[in-house]
């Protein structure tokens, strides 16, 4: 994989010089200019296009989900993104004696973290299995795994196993699918840290409305004030 990424720059390059050569054989500078003249009008093209299926994606076609493990999935996610190594390139499943190695997706992320219900490190790693643009239609794929599960993280990364189960928002090593304890207990212990700080959050506003700190509602109640007092002069004139 990492090879054919390689080969495609200079696939490109070759192609677009026999373009060149062949369209100054054919009609000189002028035939060069031409060319230069249909990317750029072909290239702004997909551009809006490619915006506008985008942004009708974001606003009426995507689901937008709003539940705490998919905040949590989020949360992984911008990790891994901010703590990934440069060096790390595509994961693969290692497979076994009876099943091969197969790939799993570009790694675009990475990080470490404990495991909150046994106290034992994890890896996370983010992946991509569609190429740009596709990309930006799919989600990526969150695997947790154990630092002994994989090999060392440079180039290529593989996972000592034969396939990956989704359990939750996540996926894992099939090996781990009973293991509840690792896995279950893990993902109810940080719902529950991110509905406690959801509430936190909430608590906090509702001090803010309770005390006059919040600043929206303080000067809605002093515009209030302003339109009060005027009309209880008028009746007191009346």
């Known amino acids: 994989m990492s090879d054919l990424k390689q080969k495609i720059p200079f696939m490109f390059a070759l192609l ?3 373009v ?4 100054f054989l054919t009609s000189g500078f002028l035939g060069i200019l031409s060319v230069i003249k249909s990317m750029f009008y072909l290239l702004m093209f997909c551009v809006i296009v490619g915006l506008v299926v985008y942004s009708v994606w974001e606003l009426f076609l995507k689901k937008h989900r709003v539940d705490i493990n998919y905040v949590n999935f989020q949360n992984l996610v911008a990790s891994s993104r901010v703590s990934k190594p440069p060096m790390l390139n595509e994961l693969h499943l290692l497979g076994d004696r009876d099943h091969q190695s197969s790939p799993l997706g570009e790694i675009i992320g990475y990080c470490r973290i404990k495991n909150i219900a046994s106290g034992e490190d994890e890896d ?9 643009p596709f990309s930006m239609f799919s989600d990526p794929i969150v695997i947790r795994t154990k630092p002994h599960d994989h090999t060392s993280l440079i180039g290529d990364v593989y996972l000592r196993g034969i396939s990956i189960i989704k359990i939750g928002t996540f996926y894992y090593l099939n090996t781990y699918m009973a293991d509840v304890d690792s896995v279950d ?11 406690a700080n959801d ?6 506003t509702l001090i803010d409305l309770a005390s006059g700190l919040d600043s929206e509602h303080k000067k809605m109640t002093e515009s209030k004030n302003l339109m ?10 009346n």
């Open 16 to 18: 677009l010089t026999a």
């Open 228 to 237: 009060v007092l005027p009309m209880q002069g008028q009746q007191q004139n």
């Open 199 to 204: 509430n936190l959050a909430h608590i906090k």
């Open 20 to 23: 060149f050569i062949l369209s």
């Open 124 to 132: 996370v790693f983010t992946i991509q299995k569609a190429r740009y």
């Open 185 to 195: 207990k893990s993902q109810v212990a940080e719902a529950v840290r991110l509905v």
